[in-house]
């Protein structure tokens, strides 16, 4: 008789000063993966609030990885994934602090990887305003625009994604070899965009689990703060991670824009500069 083994799952989450919030979202990771898989948590802590004294009292087998401060998501969720390779899993699970996952949702993700026709596949989970129902995280497609770095939520019909946000994934463990790592390039944005273009330039299907994993509101504040250039934030050109600093997107829009990412760099703050 042939032995059936529970696949283990390691979770990359970094944080910074939201140790609520981190609970919160650890505290749903047990209904979330149901028994589908064992399940091992990475976290870096970047701040200094106590989330990791908190993490190891209610995970006693975490491991705990004290970040510089300076980490941000990017930079925070590649140090978490460096130190889970020597665990060996057969999954990996980019989970955001903030995203509060329901029952059954970490199931639904494998179970939705074992109906791909590859095992060269990621897969998304989507999030919803839990006021609107409207998609707030997920997967992205290349709207049909004339820019190969205009992207869009998928709608309820589309499965295949073009890359995705960070908020949810589930990764098989081979892509870590196949595609890397979070990119060294980038500290907080583009990371998770860039993972899911490199990977799907890497023959992986990209795939969006239909039903929502987590109700979660788009941050338009943060959107909004970086679309509108003005004397507290012009930082965000030049060295603020959370922005678009100049040197990460000329990276971005180099590798991924095409014959016309001298323009989709250009445009970029042209636009921001002219909003009022």
């Known amino acids: 008789m042939t032995e059936i083994t529970t696949p283990k799952l390691v979770v990359l989450m970094t944080c910074f000063n939201r140790k609520q919030s981190t609970l919160r979202s650890l505290r749903a990771l047990p209904a979330a993966v149901d028994g589908a898989l064992s399940f091992q948590l ?57 995203t509060f996952l329901r029952p059954g949702a970490v199931a639904d993700l494998l179970r939705q990887y074992r109906e791909a026709s ?25 709207a049909k625009r004339i820019s190969r770095l205009n992207f869009r939520s998928l709608t309820q019909e589309e499965r295949h994604c073009d ?16 595609v890397g790592l979070n990119s060294p390039r980038y500290r907080h944005a583009f990371g998770d965009i860039d993972y899911g273009l490199r ?7 990209i795939i969006e689990l239909k039903e929502p994993v987590a109700e979660q509101r788009y941050n338009e504040n943060w959107q909004a703060g970086i679309n509108k250039l003005n004397s507290r934030n012009w930082r965000f050109i030049f060295s603020d991670p959370k922005g678009i600093p100049w040197r990460e997107w000329y990276s971005f829009c180099r590798e991924f824009g095409g014959p016309l990412w001298p323009l989709n760099f250009l445009l970029r703050y042209v636009k921001i500069a002219s909003v009022r």
């Open 42 to 98: 990475v976290l870096v802590d970047d701040g200094k609030d106590g989330t990791a004294e908190a993490v190891a009292e209610e995970c006693p087998g975490a491991v705990l990885i004290a970040g510089s401060g300076s980490l941000f998501w990017n930079g925070g969720m590649r140090a978490a994934w460096e130190k889970a390779l020597t665990l060996n899993p057969d999954f990996f699970l980019w989970l955001n602090d903030d």
């Open 118 to 142: 590859s095992r060269r596949t990621i897969v998304v989970g989507r999030t919803v305003d839990p006021e609107t129902g409207v998609v707030s995280y997920g997967g992205l497609v290349r």
């Open 163 to 178: 890359t995705m946000t960070g908020n949810c994934v589930l990764i098989p463990a081979i892509a870590a070899a196949e």
């Open 199 to 205: 990977a799907r330039r890497s023959g992986y299907d």
